[in-house]
């Protein structure tokens, strides 16, 4: 278990470095138009890109915040089975739970090396029973390529107004509610309604991802009591300080993504602030519909297993 702690701990940081190491190399003016080869997440960067000229052509009448709304809504949708994934991975190991926690009445007073080697490996083959792995932990960090081609893609956008370009981007209007999507804080002429627009947006994405990530924890919450209603007080599963300081870690570096992207977005284009502000309500969205059909979908997996 500690092992396997490690490993996702480890692969989060991987996740946010390479979200630092492709998204935040020295700001807009680095990233090329959208022509040629510019690197591996290319393949994801042009289908983006073609997805968005094609909106803007047709639904979105040629505004680039209706563009990114419309984008934003269909590439999330289109990853909503990677999410169904994840929220069947959690309603799995909410199944699992009173099992475990037998496990781990059964053996909470034999420390001894050989105990504890019977423990984990009766461990195993519950995980193997319900089918909860490493791999479907890591599902939800299947998605991170394709929001960083996004963010690449909008970064790029600005320079690819140019009849020159396959993807020439010269037709979108920018303005939204008297921002330029084009155009971050600094660029000339600087304005304090540029500026102010996009502190209000980066605000809004931070609180957004605060709200969605409360509201994340307290279902959790939920589930979990709901899962050891049945189970006396005495045999439900209690957390360890190791899992205590996992969770923090977790939350330390979730809060310290938001912080990020409110840092991103505040030092981007206005676009960024209105991808991520979209993203951040859909995904609050999908979060609480999948809730609400938790209960059907238990009951599915339930029967599956047996």
Sequence with gaps: MKKQR???????????????????????????????????????????????????????FGYYGLVII????????????????????SLKMQLMAPDQAKIEEKYRDKNDPESQQRKQLELMQLYRKYGVGLGGCLLPFVQFPIFIAFYQTLQRIPKTRNPQYKFDFSFLKGNFFG?????????????????????ILAALVGITQVFSQFLATRRQKRAKE?????????RRTQTTDVQKQTETMMKVMMYSLTAMMVF???????????????????????????????????????????
């Design 179 to 199: 921002i330029d999507l084009f155009r971050s804080r600094l660029d000339e002429p600087v304005t304090k309604y540029q500026t102010w627009g996009i502190i």
């Design 70 to 89: 419309i984008a934003t809504i269909i590439v999330r949708t289109l990853a909503w089975p990677i999410y169904a994934k994840t929220n069947d991975m």
């Design 226 to 234: 709901e899962a050891q209603a049945n189970i006396p007080a005495y």
């Design 6 to 60: 490690k490993r996702y701990l480890l692969v989060a940081l991987a996740i946010i470095g390479l979200f630092l190491f492709a998204s935040c190399r020295g700001g807009t003016q680095e990233y090329k138009p959208i022509e040629g080869w510019n690197g591996i997440l290319d393949i994801l960067v042009w289908p983006i890109a073609a997805l968005m000229w094609a909106i803007g052509k047709t639904v979105g």
């Design 264 to 306: 991103f977005v505040y030092s981007s284009t206005a676009a960024l602030g209105l991808y991520w502000l979209v993203g951040n309500l859909y995904s609050t969205l999908q979060a609480e519909i999948s809730a609400r059909t938790s209960k059907k979908r238990l009951e599915v997996l339930r029967e599956k297993i047996k």
